[in-house]
């Protein structure tokens, strides 16, 4: 039943023309990273204000909606997830985590990534051993390795860089163009609390790492240094 009534709230929120737009802004065409996500057209706010009144929903509910064609469900339930992470104990932060790692097929595309995986892949990882992150990082799944490099934002916030630096550098030759962009945003975080660190990985790695991931670490450095590195850059 709590299922249905989402599902109703949302549509309730929804809009034809915001869908016509989610879908050209998510890649949905064919041989694109979103081809074939559905969109109903709800806004982020919208759908952060659903979750918050069915917080309370069990896991088996949150996962059904993981599973849904539907973009914006899979969105609540990963911010339901979140939600219940943050409130829960040991063991059902371990539990969520687990179904976080076991479902990742649904979490594809960068939103329902850059989102959560911070809050529960991170969070969970804060004090614990983060060898899975460099398995995630070797995954031939595009969004497994983005949740490998963003999941360390919950590290940078707390001034714990390395694996930050270690993944950056171990995805300098991804093809993705997505890839790239989350490299540069987790870079550019690191410089804006450690900047000689960045400094150090770009002397190394400027001249060759891809274009896009150059400019999205630099774009908080001053134009004269900016245009230093990105003279040097090949790629």
Same mark, same amino acid.
């Given at each position: ?56 929903? %069990?896991? *088996?509910?949150?996962?059904? #909606?993981? @599973? /849904?064609?539907?973009?914006? &469900? +899979?969105?609540? $339930? ?50 614990? %051993?983060? *060898?899975?992150?460099?398995? #995630?990082? @070797? /995954?031939?799944?595009?969004? &497994? +390795?983005?949740? $490998? ?50 400094? %150090? ?35």
């Amino acid at each position: 039943m709590l299922v249905h009534k989402i599902k109703q709230e949302l549509r309730k929120n929804s809009s034809k023309e915001k869908a016509k737009i989610l879908k050209g802004f998510f890649k949905t065409a064919p041989g694109e990273y979103g081809h074939g996500d559905v969109f109903l057209g709800v806004s982020v706010p919208h759908i952060r204000e659903i979750s918050k009144k069915y917080r309370q929903i %069990d896991l *088996k509910s949150a996962l059904k #909606l993981l @599973k /849904s064609k539907i973009h914006e &469900e +899979r969105l609540l $339930a990963l911010i339901v997830l979140v939600l219940k992470f943050e409130e829960s104990g040991v063991s059902g932060k371990k539990k969520i985590y687990g179904l976080y790692l076991q479902y990742t097929k649904y979490i594809n595309n960068w939103d329902l990534v850059d989102l959560t995986a911070p809050n529960i892949v991170g969070g969970f990882l804060a004090n614990k %051993d983060r *060898k899975v992150l460099y398995r #995630l990082a @070797k /995954s031939d799944s595009l969004w &497994e +390795r983005r949740i $490998a490099i963003v999941a360390t934002l919950n590290f940078i916030r707390n001034n714990n860089f390395a694996d930050t630096l270690k993944i950056a550098k171990f995805l300098l030759n991804d093809e993705e163009d997505l890839i790239h962009k989350a490299c540069g945003w987790m870079l550019r975080e690191v410089a804006k609390r450690q900047k000689k660190l960045v400094v %150090d990985f770009l002397s190394r790695y400027h001249r060759n790492m891809p274009r896009v991931m150059l400019r999205y670490t630099i774009e908080r450095f001053p134009r004269k240094e900016q245009l230093r590195y990105l003279l040097k850059n090949r790629l």
